[in-house]
């Protein structure tokens, strides 16, 4: 009869652990799904529903719709969402190091970003900031920073006085400042309604934001200048990571490889033609920079690279001027 009821109890346990509810996992970002960060978001839910099946749902929450910038960090860390992907700028608080990709003409090209991220430097970043409770699956490109405004660019001193839209970051703020710009920190979702009203005078983004969130409406010039990177780390809750079981960790962490090499490719492939869309709208006019503007430009920001060297490491940005050959 013991062995009976043993053998039942053992069965009851199977069949609930084969009908336990799955792993709900929140993703939440603050662009739209067309973006190559929105389809690496939803790659990774079409992956690791497939990879495994009934142990996770995961829940994609793109524009902003659980958490805007502002809040995501946090509410991350409390637990109220499992997985983000900030751009590289949001990291601050918790690493200085992470600054490097904001440091402005820095890298020649995207390539150089890719040979960077791929380094045994770049990829030691991914977990620098475990002690403050973030893992690092990877990086997500979105492309190179263009500049915009109401007047056109042409040399830096076309800056002096002009309010720029800045996410939350002490280099991006030193950036503008090197040129006489006016920094302002404001949230991503609020940036179309800041430019259209005239809150800020300029931003800086990559072809895909410009695009899918209509800045170049509120925009009079966008000038090519591919001055930084707005990339992005894709992070989880260390602690919540930490707890996975094996099984859901390895299907978890392919899942999340493959649909960050899906919006790497995406993002290479839709910076040209996002920038074709913007031209074609003819709604702002985008704007060539010569070489000897560039190097003006290079030449007035290089300062902010030895401003931030302590912080960052002098042997951190000799690996990303390395990438660049």
């Known amino acids: 009869m013991k062995i009976k009821l043993l053998l039942a ?121 475990e002690k403050k409770g973030i893992v690092g699956f990877g990086y997500l490109h979105n492309g190179m920073k263009q500049l915009s405004a109401n007047k056109p660019l042409g040399s830096p001193e076309d800056a002096k006085g002009l309010k720029f839209r800045i996410q939350p970051s002490d280099v991006l703020e030193a950036q503008f400042k090197a040129v006489g710009g006016n920094p302002q920190k404001i949230a991503f979702a609020e940036v179309y309604q800041a430019l259209q009203t005239g809150v800020v005078d300029g931003a800086e983004n990559p072809w895909s934001n410009i695009y899918s969130k209509k800045f170049h409406e509120v925009q009079n010039y966008i000038m090519e200048s591919n001055h930084g990177v707005l990339d992005y780390m894709v992070i989880a809750n260390a602690k919540w990571w930490n707890g996975l079981p094996a099984d859901v960790k390895k299907g978890l962490s392919e899942a999340m490889k493959e649909s960050i090499a899906v919006g790497n490719k995406v993002a290479m492939e839709e910076d040209a033609a996002f920038r074709a869309k913007v031209i074609a709208d003819k709604k702002a006019r985008v704007l060539p920079m010569s070489q000897d503007h560039l190097n003006q430009w290079r030449t007035a920001m290089k300062p902010v690279w030895k401003k931030f060297e302590g912080e960052i490491g002098k042997d951190l940005i000799d690996a990303a001027l390395k990438a660049n050959k």
């Open 9 to 129: 109890s053992a069965l009851m346990a199977v069949g609930l652990a084969a009908h336990a509810d799955p792993i709900i996992i929140k993703y939440s970002h603050v662009v739209a799904d067309v973006t190559p960060k929105g389809q690496a978001a939803l790659k990774f839910k079409e992956l690791a529903e497939k990879k495994l099946p009934g142990k996770v749902q995961v829940q994609v929450f793109p524009n902003s719709q659980l958490f805007g910038d502002g809040k995501e960090m946090e509410a991350l860390l409390l637990g109220d969402v499992q997985i983000l992907a900030p751009s590289l700028a949001k990291f601050g608080k918790y690493t200085k190091k992470l600054q490097i990709f904001d440091l402005p003409f820095l890298f020649n090209d995207i390539q150089a970003v890719d040979r960077f991220q791929a380094s045994k430097e770049g990829q030691a970043l991914l977990m620098s900031m």
